[in-house]
């Protein structure tokens, strides 16, 4: 973990309002690290012998994702995951690319899609959009 890490989620804690703790410093720089979709169980591990117990690092995502600088992610995978919201507004979320072929799973942080029209009677409070297709890697060993 870089000092550069656990600077950035500092000040995200103190933009937040949240009071700096031990567990939220090392979880926040986590999902900084990341930067992407993560599991609880992958926090833990990569927290290792640092780690908080389950049930504080649950209440932490919670505390996050109340704030709104932690979204749960919208993925095919059963599990929850969790990352930054980055670039997310209120009424939406990144996109999420997810490989056909590989699996791996990218955050599209930089696409602004136009928000769905709702049928009528219909109030969209909120869009999160999946994609599927090929990954640059998996584009190129097709091209082979
Ligand atoms: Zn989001
Ligand atoms: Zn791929
Ligand atoms: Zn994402």
Known sequence: MTPG????ARELLRRSGL????P???ILSVLFEVAGPITHEQITAKLAAGA???VTIYRVLESFVEAGIVH???LAERAWHFELADNCTED???PHF??????ATHCF???ALPMTKSPRGFTVLHQRVQLEGLCPACNEKKAM
């Open 5 to 8: 890490i656990r600077q950035e």
């Open 19 to 22: 009071r700096l703790t031990g």
């Open 24 to 26: 939220r410093e090392a």
């Open 52 to 54: 908080p117990n389950k």
């Open 72 to 74: 749960r992610a919208f």
């Open 92 to 94: 939406q979320c990144h």
């Open 98 to 103: 997810t490989c056909r072929s590989c699996e």
């Open 109 to 111: 942080t930089d696409a």
